[in-house]
């Protein structure tokens, strides 16, 4: 390793540099903001929020829509910087266009349905005539913190909702890749947008000023941190939605298709270099397949092009690790694997130059190795033989992690059937990844994956709002029966509702003992 390694961010006069991690040059900078800045910046979009809110829906969403295309009309400015700060391949770069355009269309699209007040029905005969809604007011000033490993799609996958629900929003994006971000936010001023959205930069001091200054959390990242930031949300009684990590296990049965399923799962593990909270982590493989299905995905590791292309060359499929220390840990988990009997099939080393780790294939792996406990968050695919599928689930469940998961099947039933067994935020039937996308479908870590949920409809906007119960008489007597005073009479009224109206069987309706005593007790 150069002195030059992405890990090893200098800090000079108040600057973060940036490098790549494919060649270890110098990409660029930027400053680290101190607590006192952070506070200087929240408040002025809490001085711009309510003129945002009161724009209304529509108006909001003509914004975000500018915005998009803005975003379509840089992609490859915006492209090279991912690439760049990230060391990905073209290919894997690309994605993050796509990923944050659907996101923005998405809640443009559905905002006004789902921040539409909510006419609730009343509970029960005795509040019959009361006229019930809910209405959502958005918090004054979201924060979102987000990592290095997609520095465009990351922070577009949460925004756009905040913004559509009328929130400011005060971004920090990581350390390590800010480029990208900060393109993206000067992009939103470009457009002449109101300023509500902006970022600061910085470490980790950086993030815990934002969580200090805002009044709901967004987060995605590791559990270490996301614990901090939990507990500082509860100390500051602000709500907030924490996406951690994941160790996702994908089950392959013997009657899957066997070639859609190495696709999947080369895919799947090496996509970003393995470098995404939802990438398959560990397998778990029905004997009778077991053979085949390794061949196969050897033969297809083996084939992965790595390095770092050209902007729309596309001629490398998996590119760099974005810090040193994850080349560590991934370097770290293997030699623990074979140090108990692991064999590497494909990959196993590093390269000689950049922060590269080869495509990898580990088999004869079992729970006691930190490659099937920890999360490696690398370009690595551990395989194990398992008995049958509920062996495998059961294996899957042996987690502190929940987040995602994969099920392949050709039958239908079996495939649903073993999903729900799996203890797992999302699980995904013949296919990977493809739940980050249902927008409709909420996206949420189970265990120590996180707390809360991105997307998720209405829910997923509503989340960035505060929530007001609006209860209202459609009739208003001039006196109501639980008022003072309170008398014997009022008193046998009031039993006899309660009966009336909360027993479920006649006979305790109409309790005559129980009706005499009350009437005893009145007179006493």
């Known amino acids: ?13 108040r600057q973060l540099t940036v490098s790549c991690p494919a060649t270890g040059d110098t990409v660029g900078s930027v400053p680290v903001h101190s607590s006192t800045d ?12 309510p003129r945002w809110a009161a724009l209304g829906v529509n108006d909001r969403a003509k914004w975000l829509g500018r915005w998009r295309d803005w975003i379509f009309d840089h992609s490859d400015e915006l492209l090279t910087l991912v690439q760049l700060e990230s060391g990905k391949s073209w290919g894997d770069a690309n994605i993050e266009i796509l990923a944050g355009t659907q996101t923005i269309n998405y809640w443009s699209d559905n905002a006004a349905k789902f921040l539409a007040d ?19 007011h958005p918090h004054e000033l979201v924060g979102v913190i987000t990592p290095w490993n997609y520095p465009l799609a990351m922070p577009l996958l949460d925004i756009p909702a905040a913004l559509m629900a009328g929130c400011a929003v005060l971004s920090k994006p990581s350390e390590v890749t800010p480029l990208a971000w900060q393109r993206a936010v000067q992009g939103w001023k470009d457009i002449g947008a109101p300023n509500v959205l902006d970022l600061v930069t910085g470490a980790g001091d950086t993030g815990a000023a934002v969580v200090d200054a805002v009044d709901m ?25 924490l996406e951690l990590g994941g160790k996702d296990a994908m089950i392959v049965c013997a009657d899957a298709d066997l070639d859609r399923a190495v696709d999947g799962a080369t895919w799947g593990g090496f996509f970003n270099a393995g470098q995404t909270c939802i990438s398959v982590e560990r397998i778990y493989v029905e004997a009778p397949a077991y053979d085949t299905f390794v061949n196969k995905l050897v033969e297809r590791a083996n084939a992965l092009r790595q390095g770092m292309d050209r902007s729309r060359d596309y001629s490398v499929d998996v590119g760099a690790m974005a810090t040193e220390q994850q080349l560590y840990t991934v370097a770290a988990h293997v030699q623990d694997a074979v140090s108990k009997g692991a064999k590497v099939l494909a990959g196993g080393t590093a390269a000689d130059e950049g922060l590269f780790y080869r495509p990898t294939v580990l088999v004869d792996v079992d729970h006691s190795m930190a490659c099937m406990r920890e999360e490696t968050f690398g370009p690595t695919l551990p395989v194990m033989k398992v008995r049958n599928a509920q062996h495998a689930v059961e294996l899957a469940n042996d987690s502190i992690y929940g ?15 073993l999903a729900r067994q799996m203890n797992a935020g999302a699980v995904n039937i013949n296919n990977v990844f493809m739940n980050v996308f249902q927008f409709p479908a909420p996206m949420a870590g189970w265990s120590e994956s996180g707390i809360g949920a991105r997307n998720g409809g209405a829910s997923g906007i509503r989340k960035y709002c505060k929530t007001k119960s609006i209860v209202a008489d459609r009739v208003s007597p001039k006196k109501e029966l639980f008022w003072y005073p309170y008398t014997p009479r009022k008193g046998r009224v009031q039993s006899l509702a309660a009966r009336l109206l909360g027993a479920k069987d006649w006979r305790r309706r109409f309790n005559r003992r129980n009706l005499m005593s009350t009437r005893e007790t009145s007179a006493q």
């Open 217 to 241: 959390v967004m987060f995605t990242g590791s559990v270490v941190t996301g614990r901090r930031i939990g507990v500082r949300a509860a100390e500051r009684l602000i709500p907030c939605s």
């Open 38 to 49: 952070v506070v200087a910046t929240a408040t002025r979009l809490r001085a711009a929020q």
């Open 1 to 13: 390793m150069t002195s030059t390694a992405h890990a090893n961010h200098a800090e000079t006069q």
């Open 403 to 417: 987040l995602s998961g994969s099920v392949w099947t050709s039958d239908k039933a079996k495939g649903m059937a």
């Open 118 to 136: 909510q006419s609730v029905r009343p509970s029960g005969l005795a509040n019959i005539a009361k006229k019930v809604v809910v209405s959502y």
